[in-house]
């Protein structure tokens, strides 16, 4: 399967994605206390956390196999999406975005849980004592590129609509 040229910008994203994602993760283990508030705003601050389970601590408390389940799963997905990239039409900007966003996300995550058995996470928002759980650069990017898949896909959606 031949490479595309555009594709590599998008393998970029995913990797500059996959820098900002361990930089941060070291510099905040580093140093921050574990589970220990930096407060900067009144609804924001940094904890150095770690999350042995999924998105908001899913299956956290399962007894170490979900370290290996969600790695080979992130590892499948990454593959996928390299190869969706690959194949993907030069024009179809805002979905390989979306992908590299993604995919730069699923490997920032991967990395950790192989390498540690928890993701990292030090992004808290709250509004009083109602706490968004804690979460990192990588779960960002995942979610942007979630939202741009899904906008992408209602965008397209109304042009062949407006065809028919």
Known sequence: MPFKSTVWKWYGLALLVLVLDQVSKTWFSANLEYARPWVITDFFNFTLLHNTGAAFSFLSDSGGWQRWFFSVIA???S????VWLARLDAAKRCEAAALGLVLGGALGNLMDRVQFGYVVDFIVVHYQNNYWPAFNIADSAICVGAVLLLIDGFR?????????
């Open 79 to 82: 593959v996928v999406l390299v």
């Open 156 to 164: 397209q959606g109304r042009a062949e609509q407006t065809e028919s």
């Open 75 to 77: 590892a499948v997905v």
